[in-house]
């Protein structure tokens, strides 16, 4: 997608997820420069735990995500993310 991404990842449980967000971003931050592509993260991220049983859904999910696309926007479908965890935010801080 070309303003998102959604990524599954295995994590220890005493990985510290934004320690591997980070990893990640500046990984691909540098593979990206490294082939001339104009490439930049935002600042945020959404993290979501993903139950064992469910993991075949997600990578679904993830497989298909250019159709999800077809019916919601990126916006749209993280709300709903959002609301489906039951994660209270404050509209202030979401997409700015």
């Known amino acids: 997608m070309r303003d998102h991404v959604h990524l599954l990842f295995e994590l220890p449980a005493k990985a510290d997820v934004a320690d591997v967000v980070g990893i990640f971003k500046s990984n691909s931050s540098r593979w990206m420069g490294e082939r001339h592509r104009d490439f930049a993260w935002q600042a945020g991220y959404g993290a979501f735990s993903v139950s064992p049983s469910q993991i075949g859904t997600v990578k679904k999910y993830i497989a298909n995500q250019a159709e999800h696309h077809k019916k919601r926007d ?23």
């Open 74 to 96: 990126f916006k749209e479908e993280f709300l709903i993310i959002l609301k489906k965890a039951g994660v209270d935010y404050d509209p202030r801080y979401i997409f700015d």
